[in-house]
């Protein structure tokens, strides 16, 4: 019994050192910045609308929202996140996006 238990307890020292940890490298962040020309914003309630949008998108670094230059200012990964979700996001909100400055 003595010797089941050493044997027991060597397996287990033997398999709690042979674990390694795995390091998965994660890519650099692709940092882009694009500013859209959108319609229909009239208000900061419509700003507030499309910033706080856009900032919950995983990815999405910065926004900035001006309705009285109709403008969407976005910092974001684009490994991440893709130009196409952003514009979807925003149309979505009811604003239609005319392109990009």
Known sequence: MK???LLAAF????ISCNTATETKETPEAKI??????????TCSGCE??????????????SVAASHVDSTVYVSFDANSVADADLIKAIEAK???VNGKL
């Open 3 to 5: 010797n089941l238990i």
């Open 94 to 96: 009811g604003y239609a």
């Open 32 to 41: 882009t910045t694009i500013t859209y020309k959108v319609e229909g914003m």
């Open 48 to 61: 507030n609308s499309v910033t706080s949008t856009l900032a919950a998108i995983s990815g999405v670094d």
């Open 11 to 14: 397996i287990l020292f033997g």
